[in-house]
């Protein structure tokens, strides 16, 4: 069944995983190929651009034949339809995860925000141009995406064009070379809403910006909605024609600053929902605390757990969240050994080496060892085998039992977690 199918491409690639994938319905699947329905354009796009293989990987491995996966909307009515630039026509290029539903609100980019909203709205109406700016990370391109996702839900019929401005550059470039200015020309003075990426790349290219200078003036003056996202203000562009610049602040400018502490927790939480996944208050604090300038990251630690979670089969929780990025910040500094690690408790408990790597299972001994096993697993980069190895030969099942029943047992016992906590110090000093 297609369920069996998602849960299969979740293993193989948890990554790009998304809570949505359990609005996907199989429309056929006859002479090895499977036809499978999305709800939305943006979401086939999604699903050709990062999810093919593994779902073509785990039909074959299900069905145990050669089967390719074809991903198509349910909704025939949202198809982006053929015409000369269908190659930024917004509704086969937008990504599914950057919608104003999944964008966190917070003090840093507001006036961003509801700028936003308000010109997908009432296009051409309100703010024109609307320049969002802000450093890497922080939300342009999310806001932009919203923007057009918005429309094309709103007005099917509208004509709204999303590129890079580099892309809008190359396009330019290859026309003048194909012999073809007049139609690219056309192109994009005929949209109803032009949206540019990171126009920050104009600097330094003279012949482009004259170019975008036209496509501006005439969009603007048939009152088209332009909206634009670069890395500073208008009036920072150094390398920008001074006449661009002027246009650039006709509108608003409106600045997104990073994200605050709460906004970080809002956000983290947030793109874990997004995968379907729970995580408790602390792991989304403590991801928050250590993640500070760019949203990317955030992201890409929340995936450094999820992987680690799955790997050891377990849930996420502070523990583990702790483990899983202590790999990135232990970089460059002192790696600490297993046998540090148990050197340490052993002292501590006042047991000797030998014993704890004995076959005794009297308490005063065993729960040492355990310990040992649940702080080597927490400071050191080492595999459940590897401990195992340094405490009597153990198999990594005993390892992991160890390890589970500290991190239960500390919970409830106030001494134990005490222990634990001054032990955690001494290691980490
Ligand atoms: P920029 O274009 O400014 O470099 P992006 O829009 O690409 O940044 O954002 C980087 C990542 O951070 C994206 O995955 C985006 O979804 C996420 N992101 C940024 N701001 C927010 C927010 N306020 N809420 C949710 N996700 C956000
Ligand atoms: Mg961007």
Redesign the pocket.
């Known amino acids: 069944s297609l369920y069996e199918i998602i849960n299969k491409v979740k293993d193989l690639d948890p990554e790009s995983h998304r809570k949505w994938f359990d609005e996907l319905k199989l429309i056929t699947f006859d002479g090895g190929v499977m036809q499978i329905g999305c709800p939305e354009s943006s979401m086939v796009q999604y699903l050709i651009n990062n999810s093919s293989a593994s779902f073509n990987k785990a039909a074959q491995s299900l069905t145990g034949h050669l089967v390719t996966v074809e991903f198509m909307t349910l909704e025939p009515g949202f198809m982006p339809q053929a015409s000369g630039f269908d190659d930024h026509d917004a509704s086969c290029r937008l990504n599914p995860?950057?919608t104003f539903d999944?964008?966190?609100?917070?003090p840093c980019?507001r006036l961003a925000?509801a700028s936003c909203v308000a010109v997908a709205n009432n296009p051409g109406e309100t703010y024109n141009p609307l320049f969002l700016y802000?450093?890497?990370?922080?939300?342009?391109?999310?806001?932009l995406h919203g923007i057009c996702y918005e429309m094309i839900k709103s007005h099917p019929a509208s004509k709204v064009s999303i590129l890079t401005c580099e892309e809008f550059v190359n396009n330019f470039i290859k026309s003048i070379k194909d012999g073809t200015v007049t139609k690219f020309q056309s192109q994009f003075r005929n949209v109803d809403t032009l949206v540019i990426?990171?126009v920050q790349f104009l600097r330094e290219r003279e012949g482009s910006q004259e170019e975008f200078f036209h496509t501006f003036n005439a969009l603007y003056e048939s009152k088209k909605q332009i909206v634009l996202?670069g890395d500073s203000a208008p009036g920072e562009m150094k390398q920008l024609e001074e006449r661009l610049v002027s246009r650039f602040k006709w509108g608003l400018v409106a600045r997104?600053d990073p994200?605050t502490y709460e906004?970080r927790i809002a956000?983290v939480q947030?793109?874990a929902q997004l995968r379907g996944l729970v995580i408790s208050e602390d792991v989304a604090e403590f991801i928050a605390r250590r993640v500070k300038a760019?949203?990317?990251e955030?992201?890409g630690a929340l995936t450094m757990i999820y992987a680690l979670a799955r790997t050891e089969q377990c849930e996420i929780d502070l523990d583990l969240a702790t483990m899983a990025l202590s790999v990135e910040s232990d970089q460059g500094t002192r790696q600490l050994s297993i046998s540090d690690v148990i050197k340490i408790v052993a002292e501590y408990y006042n047991v000797k080496l030998t014993d704890l790597q004995s076959k005794s299972r009297s308490q005063s001994i065993s729960l040492p060892r355990q310990v040992s096993m649940y702080l080597a697993r927490k400071h050191t980069r080492s595999s459940l085998e590897e401990i195992g190895g340094h405490l009597g030969g153990r198999d990594h099942t005993t390892v992991m039992h160890a390890c589970n029943k500290i991190k239960m047992c500390k919970e409830n016992d106030e001494e134990l977690n005490l222990q634990i906590q001054k032990l955690s110090e001494m290691i980490a000093s």
Do not use: A, M, Q, Y
């Not at 999944?102 to 917070?106: E, H, K, L, S, Y």
């Open positions: 995860d950057l999944n964008f966190v609100v917070g980019n925000h802000g450093k890497v990370g922080l939300g342009k391109t999310h806001l990426d990171d996202s997104i994200p906004t956000i947030k793109k760019n949203i990317r955030l992201e």
